[in-house]
């Protein structure tokens, strides 16, 4: 299949897939035309980098799991730099998490201690009246 094909396929772009390519992701042969051309199981590996990706992984750390791309991500076993790599990458998301979740936290206290005065103000603690008061 042409890179368009497989791009539709994968919901992705004809220049990820040539980025895929350039990190040495994905293979494709050229056509007599000089088009790419990539065989059926390209669809199952460019998932599972599209899996990877959106898991927190860089297109680097999915290098780590080229045993894995082309099969089922649940049932392959993936090197061990590769679970090392993404137990980083779980930490890096969770000090994320909290720096926002405190980050929320802190912006909730000061709209609720500025609400106090002004009656008929929303509470802050009530999510309906902040997604209200956001829109």
């Given at each position: 299949?042409?890179?368009?094909?497989?791009?539709?396929r994968t919901g992705t772009t004809a220049r990820a897939l040539r980025h895929y390519e350039q990190a040495g992701l994905l293979t494709s042969r050229r056509a007599h035309?000089?088009?790419?051309?990539?065989?059926?199981?390209?669809?199952?590996?460019?998932r599972n980098i599209r899996y990877l990706?959106?898991?927190?992984?860089?297109?680097?750390?999915?290098g780590f799991f080229t045993a894995c791309l082309d099969g089922d991500m649940a049932t392959a076993p993936p090197s061990q730099e590769g679970l090392r790599i993404a137990y980083e990458r779980l930490a890096v998301l969770e000090a994320r998490i909290a720096a926002q979740a405190a980050a929320r936290?802190?912006?909730?206290?000061?709209?609720?201690?500025?609400?106090?005065?002004?009656?008929?103000?929303?509470?802050?603690?009530?999510?309906?009246?902040?997604h209200v008061a956001a829109a």
């Open positions: 299949m042409r890179i368009g094909e497989l791009a539709q035309n000089g088009y790419r051309v990539y065989d059926e199981a390209a669809e199952v590996r460019v990706l959106e898991a927190g992984l860089t297109l680097e750390d999915a936290d802190r912006l909730r206290a000061a709209l609720r201690d500025a609400a106090r005065p002004a009656a008929g103000a929303a509470d802050p603690d009530d999510d309906a009246a902040v």
